[in-house]
């Protein structure tokens, strides 16, 4: 069953058959051979756009490719990795919070400055090297995830595919925490699905510190914690795996609130990371308190009234009934093979992301935690269909580096 300890039969045989095959056939060079594949495309396409990108606040025009890989949230980036965080936080106009470094988690640019002080290299091939590296990681992992949920060793390899070449995954060769991110919930991921509770409180720890999911991790594991006590009668349940996987719910959400408490700390500021967090939105809305999911509905209104020019509660109303499909989504047939132990990671990371964040273009790149979803979308067998979505995905990659990565004129879409 879903999220059982014990291997199937097929899992079981494949440690033999990696052992006989030649390298080549190998399940990690395959993986591997994708994720290049995927890169060479991306870095293609990231150097005609940086051929073409004019003057800029980071960089002057026609920038080389390490110079363009490290524009946007790469420069705060940079500044924790060699200046640290601000003692008291910088105000706009004496009052309200303005955008500072507290918003950034030291685990990405930590690990940076460790590469840069073995290596000697500089901070932006330092960064692109860690991304690239976390990014294949990740994709190896993935691929024994989807192994490990029953998808079969050719559903599991496309599900790959779509990892690598998605639209968004140019940050996984940029100056951006997503890589090491994804590469961390992936392995808790596969971690949970395997009930290793015990493995998963150093990984939670460093994904708490890299990218602020460590709430939405938490309600994954409590979920998983119920419905493993309301199945014990058919699916043992013993004291120790209760007392680990309930005590690492609890640490998961205590390392939630771990870097909100140090800026809090740190500042005198009872509220300096959320505050911080807010600075980002009101260039939308104005200066706003955080209230729980209230965001998606400022921001439909926002989109629809002043980009539209449309009423507000058109917006809202188009946001009602994309939560309700995706709700449907979450519990059809197709997603219900992914496991419930994925299918509860992906309902506590939606709906933490619906109380907390503000829909804007950076949604796109918050949306890439749900990647299990595209084991899903690697089920249907059809060529024409897998030719079609691989090329589909290629060209939202130039329309999301269009859009969110190159710069031109006013930023108004941040990645």
Known sequence: MPGSAVPAPAEAAAPHRAATAPWWGRWWVRVLAVFLASRVVTTVILLIFAANQGRNPWTGPKPDYFSFATIWDGLWYNIVAVSGYPDSLPRT???HVSENAWAFLPGYPGLVDVVMFV??????????????????????VFYRLMLR?????STSLFAVVLFCVAPVTPLFQLAYAESLYLL???????????????WLFPVVLVMAFTRPSGLAFALAVGLHVVHRWLKRGEDPFPARERVLSASLAVFSGLAGLAWPAIAAVATGSWTAYTDTELAWRAPYIGYTHLVPFAPWFQGADWWASVM?????????TA?????????ILLFSPAVRRLGMDLR????????YLFAVFFPQSSTFRLLMPLFPLLGVLALPKSRVYRTGIVVLSIALQVGWIAICWGVDGADWSPP
């Open 149 to 153: 949920v029953g998808l079969g060793a």
């Open 119 to 140: 290596t000697r290299l500089p901070w932006a091939p330092a960064a692109v090297l860690v991304s690239v590296a976390c990014a294949a990681g990740a994709a190896l």
């Open 184 to 198: 961390l919930l992936a392995t808790a991921l596969l971690l949970l699905v395997e009930r290793r509770y015990g």
């Open 344 to 351: 509860f990671w992906l309902i506590a990371y939606s709906l």
């Open 308 to 316: 539209l020019g449309i009423p507000g509660w058109v917006g809202v």
């Open 319 to 327: 946001l009602v009934v994309l939560v309700g499909l995706f709700g």
């Open 93 to 95: 106009d004496g009052v």
